[in-house]
């Protein structure tokens, strides 16, 4: 952890060399997600519902998406970018370093500009939160926190899978943007206004009902049950990683040098 924080550091520093450039690519990633969630708006100022959610409930459904989307946008850039190294040859130098793979690629590359995002995804959860009839409790506010965190999780561990793909591939695949933006954007809805098989999908294979639907629904007093067990689903939605971790781990045993 010691190294992945001397990575964010100097990552950080050299993106605070072009301030100008920083600042102006995060104010277009605040607006980006903005548009997208005028769309939202104006869907409900059309038609009120759907399948039963209101505006403010599918608000927050939103917000907690965007929110996991972006933060492992941040941290975890390095996978998604993880293709170039393998052409270049430059995957070589990782491995003869004596430091984990996964720690070096991971602190490879940092979107510190993806600030805006996370900022626009927290206006819209406090706008939320504020116009919705919640009884908090302790497990409520962690189950939110859970969420959050599980979001990051499977968003990461989907870049690693499609990172893990380049040992065999060289070039990365541009189908893991289906369950990256695709996912994001399916997931910013609740699960159950889809076709049961596609909700199913998304909860048992790639577990974005954890994140949001599952939970929310606890949170929001739509499901019955002890709030505890609803607390645990995103803990076991989080679960999705080790999978990813160990094909990462099997992708680096079998890697081949591309000679470049």
């Known amino acids: 952890m010691s190294l992945y924080?001397?990575?964010?550091?100097?990552?950080?520093?050299?993106?605070?060399?072009?301030?100008?450039?920083?600042?102006?690519?995060?104010?277009?990633?605040?607006?980006?997600?903005?548009?997208?969630?005028?769309?939202?708006?104006?869907?409900?100022?059309?038609f009120g519902q759907i399948k039963g959610w209101q505006f403010f409930e599918v608000a927050l459904c939103f917000a907690i998406i965007h929110m996991s989307f972006s933060l492992s946008e941040c941290f975890a850039?390095?996978?998604?970018?993880?293709?170039?190294?393998?052409?270049?040859?430059?995957?070589?130098r990782l491995l003869v370093r004596p430091r984990s793979t996964f720690v070096q690629v991971l602190g490879s590359k940092f979107e510190f500009t993806r600030v805006g995002r996370l900022l626009q995804s927290l206006l819209v959860l406090v706008w939320a939160l504020s116009n919705l009839p919640i009884e908090w409790s302790a497990i409520k506010a962690i189950t939110l926190m859970l969420m959050i965190v599980s979001g990051v999780f499977i968003f990461t561990g989907i870049y690693m899978l499609a990172?893990?793909?380049?040992?065999?591939?060289?070039?990365?695949?541009?189908?893991?943007?289906?369950?990256?933006?695709?996912?994001?954007?399916?997931?910013?809805?609740?699960l159950n206004i889809y076709q049961k098989w596609v909700a199913r999908?998304?909860?048992?294979?790639?577990?974005?009902?954890?994140?949001?639907?599952?939970?929310?629904?606890?949170?929001?007093?739509?499901?019955?049950?002890?709030?505890?067990?609803?607390m645990l689903t995103p803990v076991l939605g989080s679960l999705f990683i080790l999978p990813c971790f160990l094909v990462w781990q099997f992708g680096v045993r079998h890697y081949r040098s591309t000679g470049s």
Request: glycine share 10%.
């Open 5 to 46: 924080f001397k990575y964010l550091l100097i990552h950080f520093k050299s993106q605070m060399q072009y301030r100008t450039s920083f600042w102006l690519l995060s104010i277009g990633q605040f607006f980006i997600p903005f548009s997208i969630f005028a769309g939202l708006y104006f869907l409900f100022e059309r």
């Open 77 to 92: 850039r390095g996978f998604d970018m993880f293709s170039g190294l393998v052409v270049k040859g430059e995957f070589d």
């Open 163 to 190: 990172a893990a793909m380049c040992f065999w591939t060289v070039q990365g695949l541009e189908v893991a943007s289906i369950f990256t933006d695709g996912g994001r954007e399916m997931a910013q809805y609740p």
């Open 201 to 230: 999908f998304f909860t048992y294979v790639i577990p974005f009902g954890t994140v949001n639907y599952l939970p929310l629904q606890s949170i929001l007093g739509k499901a019955d049950g002890h709030e505890l067990i609803h």
